[in-house]
């Protein structure tokens, strides 16, 4: 069984999507971690993520996976852990650059897909339930307004010791809202039949019982 979760930059879904797939037994898989990857490669190559022929060039070159330690998903780019690096800003505007590429978008898709066919999985990303599982039994839209996103992640990578100023994040979000829902190839959008869930004046438990309510509907749907 497969349950989608999509939406922009900073709405929750990984942090729910881990949880209510903790919750469920489920295995959890981020997508858009595969996408900062693909990025921080190209960053790290000093090629600009939105040059297409550049980022193709490199494809060949690189190798993206992901296993599961101690109950947490850790992203690999040629075998190193990387998967503190792509929570920084510029491993996220990277991957908006990045996801627009077709040929990024086939790399990654037949491992997404892999995934979901040998596990009960939870997925998130940006074109989960509209592209990479199109028949998932439950597909949920999780949202928020921009500055709200803007303000987790403030105070998020506040945490971490690694401040950004708000201004500056509501900026890139409302930029990276622009670039994911107009890119020619799989923009962002709710699936027809996704539920769309705003997390906005939510807390996060509140958020993992709506989707797990929601998957557990849907699992009693499909027997």
Do not use: W
């Not at 990578?157 to 708000?166: A, M, S």
């Amino acid at each position: 069984m497969n349950i989608a979760i999509d939406g922009p930059a900073g709405a929750g879904k990984s942090s729910a999507a881990r949880l209510a797939a903790k919750e469920l037994g489920f295995l959890y898989v981020d997508t858009g971690a595969l996408y900062r990857a693909v990025g921080v490669a190209a960053l790290r190559r000093g090629i600009d993520p939105a040059n297409a022929a550049a980022v193709n060039a490199m494809l060949p070159d690189i190798r993206v996976s992901l296993a599961h330690k101690d109950g947490e998903q850790r992203v690999y780019l040629n075998g190193e852990d990387v998967s503190d690096e792509i929570r920084l800003p510029p491993a996220s505007m990277a991957a908006s650059g990045v996801s627009a590429n077709p040929a990024v978008r086939a790399f990654l898709f037949d491992l997404q897909r892999e995934i979901a066919r040998s596990s009960d999985c939870v997925m998130d990303g940006r074109d989960i339930g509209t592209v990479v599982l199109p028949d998932a039994a439950c597909k949920i839209f999780l949202t928020a307004s921009p500055e709200i996103r803007a303000k987790r992640r403030f105070l998020e990578l506040e945490q971490k010791g690694t401040p950004v100023p708000y201004e500056t994040l509501l900026e890139e979000i409302k930029q990276r809202d622009y670039n994911d829902s107009h890119r020619a190839v799989a923009p962002l959008k709710p699936a027809p039949d996704a539920v769309l869930l705003d997390s906005s004046e939510l807390t996060l438990d509140a958020v993992v019982s709506r989707v797990v309510l929601l998957a557990r509907q849907a699992g009693e749907a499909q027997r």
